[in-house]
T-cell receptor, first 111, second 113 residues
Framework: GENVEQHPSTLSVQEGDSAVIKCTYS??????FPWYKQELGKRPQLIID?????GEKKDQRIAVTLNKTAKHFSLHITETQPEDSAVYFC??????????FGAGTILRVKS | EAGVTQSPTHLIKTRGQQATLRCSPI?????VYWYQQALGLGLQFLLW???????NRGNFPPRFSGRQFPNYSSELNVNALELEDSALYLC???FGSGQETQYFGPGTRLLVL
């Protein structure tokens, strides 16, 4: 069945450093890959997404890369700030169907 | 523009009871998705409704059911509650079938005692 693996499960970085979270998906039909940020007690918030016809997308300090051949996509956060501390989830879906989520990464930015 | 809303915010039930959770999508959105987020775990897909029809169902028992109303709001019903049903239930909406971007509501935290 469909599966999304996410690594690492926890990530601790110093303020100002970069953070990278990696995901691998199993369903080759997947064509949409969003990333959500969830702060404690809050709803998941979409921070960036990418579609299978694009290899890379950037929005200020956040970027996502997609390697369709390897079925692998990654989130890159540069110049991390304490407010970036949260749980980050990757997900994959096909044509508006259900999102299959990774297990999440707890990011801690130390000031 | 108002976001996805859910009610109630918290719900306490005892084992064997039934729970009803409600979701109102963003105006103009016709698809509603339900996910379960158990403590310490990721989000698991429950149900997808679009234009009043059930489009897909996750790997959950039949006692998890729902419906979508003509105004696109949705209801999730959980019958014969079990302790392990305690979780945050999140609703998301999108513009419709084939439109991928899903926006989440704040969730309903269900506690089964």
């Amino acid at each position: 069945g469909e599966n999304v693996e996410q690594h690492p499960s926890t990530l601790s970085v110093q303020e100002g450093d970069s953070a990278v979270i990696k995901c691998t998906y199993s369903d080759s039909a997947s064509n949409y890959f969003p990333w959500y940020k969830q702060e404690l007690g809050k709803r998941p918030q979409l921070i960036i997404d990418i579609r299978s016809n694009v290899g890379e997308k950037k929005d200020q300090r956040i970027a996502v890369t997609l390697n369709k051949t390897a079925k692998h996509f990654s989130l890159h956060i540069t110049e991390t700030q304490p407010e970036d501390s949260a749980v980050y989830f990757c997900a994959a879906s096909w044509n508006g169907n259900k999102l299959v989520f990774g297990a999440g990464t707890i990011l801690r930015v130390k000031s | 523009e108002a976001g996805v809303t859910q009610s109630p915010t918290h719900l306490i039930k005892t084992r064997g009871q039934q729970a009803t959770l409600r979701c109102s999508p963003i105006s103009g959105h016709t698809s509603v998705y339900w996910y379960q987020q158990a403590l310490g775990l990721g989000l698991q897909f429950l149900l997808w409704y679009d234009e009043g029809e059930e489009r897909n169902r996750g790997n959950f028992p039949p006692r998890f059911s729902g419906r979508q109303f003509p105004n696109y709001s949705s209801e999730l019903n959980v019958n014969a509650l079990e302790l392990e049903d305690s979780a945050l239930y999140l609703c998301a909406s999108s513009f419709g079938s084939g439109q991928e971007t899903q926006y989440f509501g704040p969730g309903t935290r269900l506690l089964v005692l």
